[in-house]
């Protein structure tokens, strides 16, 4: 039942997140996270693809796998949404548990 990202600032050794089937509606609160490798934000309640995706490329992080289907944004399809956060974010190796190629 979260339903805003909070409280992270001092986990800058935190690696893996999950957040999966919450409530958020807006990727925030992760700045802190050097060492983020893992990220699992699907099934909750994000409304923009833009400002999450643009969100997630200025982070400074290890971000290699990120599982982000399921979320409001699902309706721009499923092609769009990989396509943009695959251009945006160039160190991932897998979306939504899928290797990139």
């Avoid at 089937?21 to 807006?26: A, E, G, K, L, T």
């Avoid at 092609?79 to 190629?101: C, H, T």
Wanted: no cysteine; proline share 0%; glycine share 4%.
């Amino acid at each position: 039942m979260i339903e805003k990202i909070e409280g992270l600032d001092n986990l800058r050794l935190l690696e893996d997140l999950s957040l999966f089937s919450n409530r958020i509606v807006v990727l925030e609160g992760l700045d802190a996270l050097e060492n983020l490798n893992v990220l699992s934000i699907g099934s909750n309640l994000i409304a923009s693809l833009d400002d999450s995706v643009k969100y997630l490329h200025k982070l400074r992080n290890n971000l290699e796998v990120l599982k982000i289907n399921n979320n409001s944004f699902r309706e721009t399809g499923e092609k769009e949404y990989k396509r943009r956060i695959i251009a945006y974010i160039q160190r991932l190796k897998y979306l939504d548990y899928q290797l990139i190629e």
